[in-house]
């Protein structure tokens, strides 16, 4: 089973500034990573499939990179629609498909 | 625009089973495929299966594999996830999913708790 790695835990930041996620995988998943959004009592929210790839409706302000076993979520600019915890999740390898333990993004 | 609806929060004690709904619409639920993610309060998600809508077929996580039964009911465009010999670690949010193709959820159910206690 693949372990999925996201840190820091908790990252402080203001609005408007900008914010590093990152995503370690325990071995190659090549570009088979997603990104999600979840705020308190809702459902997870799709942000970026393919390590890279924007789903439909998400802002520009919000980007993937990486590839292997690093990959990272920028938030360019943070609104403060921003502030939840996100999660990573590789299907490259299952099952299972496994996730990260989130970040949560605070205000600062 | 496509929906999946979960039923109701749960209360179970430990040793019987659950079973929760996710009715999907606004997309073509034979080419589907449905999985199943569950998360504990605090905890990370955790995939649990997943079924193909279209053949019926089936695969779930080694973890829960002797206890968890997805079914689809064609007529009612409806999902169902069974999970038996409940325990309290078993307390959790159980949210439904499809759309990207199998490998990830790019649309989710609203979530259904699920309380195992005594």
């Known amino acids: 089973e693949i372990v999925m790695t996201q840190s820091p835990a908790t990252l402080s930041v203001s609005p408007g500034e900008r914010a590093t996620l990152s995503c370690r995988a325990s071995?190659?998943?090549?570009?088979?990573l997603v990104w999600y959004q979840q705020k308190p009592g809702q459902a997870p929210r799709l942000l970026i499939f393919?390590?890279?790839t924007r789903a439909t409706g998400i802002p520009a302000r919000f980007s993937g990179s990486g590839s292997g076993t690093e990959f990272t979520l920028t938030i360019s600019s943070l609104q403060s629609e921003d502030f939840a915890v996100y999660y990573c999740?590789?299907?490259?390898?299952?099952?299972?498909?496994?996730f990260g333990q989130g970040t949560k993004v605070e205000i600062k | 625009q496509m929906q999946l609806v979960q039923s109701g929060p749960e209360v179970k004690k430990p040793g019987t089973s659950v079973k929760v709904s996710c009715k999907a619409s606004?997309?073509?639920?034979?080419?589907?495929?449905v999985q199943w993610v569950r998360q504990a309060r605090g905890q990370r998600l955790e995939w649990m299966g997943w079924?193909?809508?279209?053949?019926?077929?089936?695969h779930y996580a080694q973890r829960f594999q002797q206890r968890v039964t997805i079914i689809r009911d064609m007529s009612t465009s409806t999902v169902y996830m069974e999970l038996s010999s409940l325990r309290s670690e078993d307390t959790a949010v159980y949210y439904c999913?499809?759309?990207?193709?199998?490998?990830?959820?790019?649309?989710w159910g609203q979530g259904t708790l699920v309380t195992v206690s005594s």
């Open positions: 999913g499809a759309g990207g193709g199998g490998s990830y959820l790019g649309y």
């Open positions: 606004g997309f073509t639920f034979t080419n589907s495929a």
């Open positions: 079924i193909v809508v279209g053949s019926g077929n089936t």
């Open positions: 071995q190659s998943i090549s570009s088979n």
């Open positions: 393919g390590a890279s």
């Open positions: 999740q590789q299907h490259h390898n299952w099952p299972p498909w496994t």
